[in-house]
């Protein structure tokens, strides 16, 4: 048999079939999540991505809600605020240069739901909230490579 083409196919491909496992399985708790307040100051953000080696993290109000999400592409635009418009850095805060467009995804979903919304977006993380909408956890793309390997392994 030949494909489109005109190479040979092979008759018995060996065929790996992933189980759909939970994504709480595999996504950062909201109680390890590195999250800040709006009224932290931006500095501290920068510092905190740096030195934690993360890109981002959720901002949360005083009452714990889901009110933002700053990465380390919103703190590039402090280059731009303190020197062409000449805004001093000092007193600029996450609620400043966080950004509330973020995609969540339900506690209930599994790998398969958040891998298809990452290969037909630009989303990096993914902010899991619970069925009350409070922040459960986050689920990143290497949390769902480290989900494709376990299943790999199993599967074996």
Same mark, same amino acid.
């Given at each position: ?29 909201? !109680?390890?999540? $590195? *999250?800040?307040? #709006?009224?932290?100051?931006?500095? /501290?953000?920068?510092?905190? &991505? =740096? !030195?934690?080696? $993360? *890109?981002?993290? #959720?901002?949360?109000?005083?009452? /714990?809600?889901?009110?933002? &999400? =700053? ?86």
């Amino acid at each position: 048999m030949k494909n489109y083409q005109n190479k040979p196919v092979e008759r018995e491909s060996p065929k790996l079939e992933f189980k759909r496992a939970p994504i709480k399985d595999y996504m950062v708790r909201a !109680k390890d999540l $590195i *999250t800040f307040h #709006p009224d932290t100051e931006i500095m /501290e953000v920068v510092e905190t &991505l =740096i !030195k934690n080696r $993360i *890109t981002g993290a #959720p901002v949360l109000d005083e009452r /714990e809600k889901l009110v933002g &999400l =700053i990465d380390d592409k919103d703190c590039l635009k402090i280059l731009f605020g303190s020197t062409y418009h000449d805004q001093p850095v000092r007193r600029r805060t996450a609620g400043q240069f966080m950004s509330n467009v973020m995609r969540t995804v339900s506690v209930n979903s599994d790998i398969y739901d958040v891998a298809d919304i990452f290969l037909t977006s630009v989303y990096k993380r993914l902010l899991v909230i619970d069925d009350d909408g409070k922040l459960a956890g986050q689920i990143s793309r290497r949390d769902i490579l480290r989900a494709i390997n376990d299943l790999h392994q199993h599967a074996r």
